[in-house]
């Protein structure tokens, strides 16, 4: 119940193209839904984030769709660029557990081609 | 930008030896965080830590390894005796309360590898 579902594994989209990752959590217990980006041999980092409250949050080229009743969400990035190519990782957290642990999705590679 | 700073980068260790991985958190932190990243695989939670104690542990979190803040600053995890499955990139994390801990920033991380 705790794990985040993501896909896909790998993606390749062409410079300027639309990648979109998606992922899915069982827990209704969670209330906080980030994405991170990881360069390789770095740590992740927060690109953006949203709250169950509302449907999407849109911050430059990247936006996240979020539907509660489903239990889905997903980043689209829109008009992609090649310094865009990295491991994109969902995650969710709960209030209610250990300070906000992040659970992590399994990731997704991102190759944007020129 | 503060940022969260680990050491070593790289350690290499014998099976069976205790390694000590170290964080510094950004300095206005109070909330602490190990992650580990098995080759290839997903991000995992191991432990959270607050106010000098632990506030809760995943289940690769066992009697084998440890936190402390030995000094007010730095953040350490050790590993007293190191199995070849422990071999990952360990990665601290810190937050603070003032965005209600959701955001986590993570440090560079550690690679391991256990020989």
């Known amino acids: 119940q705790q794990q985040v579902k993501q896909s896909p594994q790998s993606l390749i989209v062409q410079k300027g193209g639309i990648s979109i990752i998606n992922c899915a959590y069982e827990?209704?217990?969670?209330?906080?839904f980030p994405w991170y980006q990881q360069f390789p041999g770095k740590g992740p980092a927060l690109l953006i984030a949203i709250r169950p409250d509302v449907s999407e949050k849109k911050e430059g080229r990247f936006t996240i769709s979020f539907n509660k009743s489903a239990k889905q969400f997903s980043l689209h990035i829109m008009d992609s660029q090649p310094g865009d190519s990295a491991t994109y990782f969902c995650?969710?957290?709960?209030?209610?557990?250990?300070?906000?642990?992040?659970?992590f999705g399994s990731g997704t590679r991102l190759q944007v081609q020129p | 930008e503060p940022e969260v700073t680990q050491t070593p980068s790289h350690q290499v260790t014998q099976m069976g030896q205790e390694v000590i991985l170290r964080c510094v958190p950004i300095?206005?932190?109070?909330?602490f965080y190990w992650y580990r990243q098995i080759l290839g695989q997903k991000v995992e939670f191991l432990v959270s830590f607050y106010n000098n104690e632990i506030s809760e542990k995943s289940e690769i979190f066992d009697d084998q390894f440890s936190v402390e803040r030995p000094d007010g600053s730095n953040f350490t995890l050790k590993i007293r005796s190191t199995k070849l499955e422990d071999s990952a990139m360990y990665f601290c994390?810190?937050?603070?309360?003032?965005?209600?801990?959701?955001?986590?920033?993570f440090g560079p991380g550690t690679r391991l590898l256990v020989l």
């Open positions: 995650a969710a957290s709960s209030q209610d557990t250990g300070r906000r642990a992040l659970t």
């Open positions: 994390a810190t937050g603070t309360a003032r965005d209600f801990l959701e955001t986590q920033y």
């Open positions: 300095s206005n932190h109070l909330y």
């Open positions: 827990n209704t217990a969670f209330d906080y």
